[in-house]
């Protein structure tokens, strides 16, 4: 059983920065993977994707503003967050593209005055 742990989020004004990191317990090498994020009372919603080539994806609403990346020998998974919104604010989750895995605890961001 694979397991994701993310971690990193926490209290940010809006325009500040933030970084989440997600370990996974088994090897991402082949897998395109993915973060995603639920705000309260929302779907949970594809955030940015990566593919193993490096390619990455992002959602209209975060595209500049956020980065993905992956360190497959650390079988780790990144997201970069810049110039945050108050609507950025959500449970960020990690998956791989196709949600194959049981969802992790998630990392709560919260931006606010």
């Known amino acids: 059983q694979v397991q994701l742990v993310e971690s990193g989020g926490g209290l940010v004004e809006p325009g500040g920065s933030s970084a989440l990191s997600c370990v996974v317990s088994?090897?991402?090498?082949?897998?395109?993977m993915a973060w995603y994020r639920q705000a309260p009372g929302k779907q949970r919603e594809l955030v940015a994707s990566i593919l193993t080539d490096g390619f990455a994806y992002y959602a209209d609403s975060v595209k500049g503003r956020f980065t993905i990346s992956r360190e497959n020998a650390e079988r780790t998974v990144r997201l970069g967050m810049e110039r945050l919104k108050v609507e950025d604010t959500a449970v960020y989750y990690c998956?791989?593209?196709?949600?194959?895995?049981?969802w992790g605890q998630g990392t709560q961001v919260t931006v606010s005055s």
């Open positions: 088994g090897s991402i090498f082949t897998y395109a």
């Open positions: 998956n791989t593209n196709s949600q194959l895995w049981s």
